[in-house]
Nanobody, 124 residues
Framework: QVQLVESGGGLVQAGGSLRLSCVVS????????IGWFRQAPGKEREFVAA????????RYADFVKGRFTISRDNAKNMVYLQMNSLKPEDTAVYYC?????????????????WGQGTQVTVSS
């Protein structure tokens, strides 16, 4: 089992920044990835970014490239999502998730473990 807990969400004005954090605990896999997904009201959950836990490797959705950065601190068992230049359409619940696969994947059903989510609201 892998447990994930997100934090760092909140209300921010358009153009502002937030940093989301995800603490990972429990069983670890040498090849797994941690991803961030988001779900806005009435919409499907969508991939945002992911990072390999041990080796280098990241992946981003096209709509966040240049604005969001995913990073990790293995010593602290933390994964971060730095979000800059936020837009109202970034408003959603953001989830972190763990995928025991060997490549960085962008499909939600590849991820076996999920956190409870943290709300991000961007006002115009």
């Amino acid at each position: 089992q892998v447990q994930l807990v997100e934090s760092g969400g909140g209300l921010v004005q358009a153009g502002g920044s937030l940093r989301l954090s995800c603490v990972v605990s429990g069983r670890t896999f040498s090849s797994y990835s941690i991803g961030w997904f988001r779900q806005a009201p009435g919409k499907e959950r969508e991939f945002v970014a992911a990072i390999r836990w041990i080796v280098d490797g990241t992946r981003y959705a096209d709509f966040v490239k240049g604005r969001f950065t995913i990073s990790r601190d293995n010593a602290k068992n933390m994964v971060y999502l730095q979000m800059n230049s936020l837009k109202p359409e970034d408003t959603a619940v953001y989830y972190c998730a763990a995928d025991p696969g060997v490549i960085v994947r962008a499909t939600a059903n590849s991820y076996d473990y999920w956190g409870q989510g943290t709300q991000v609201t961007v006002s115009s």
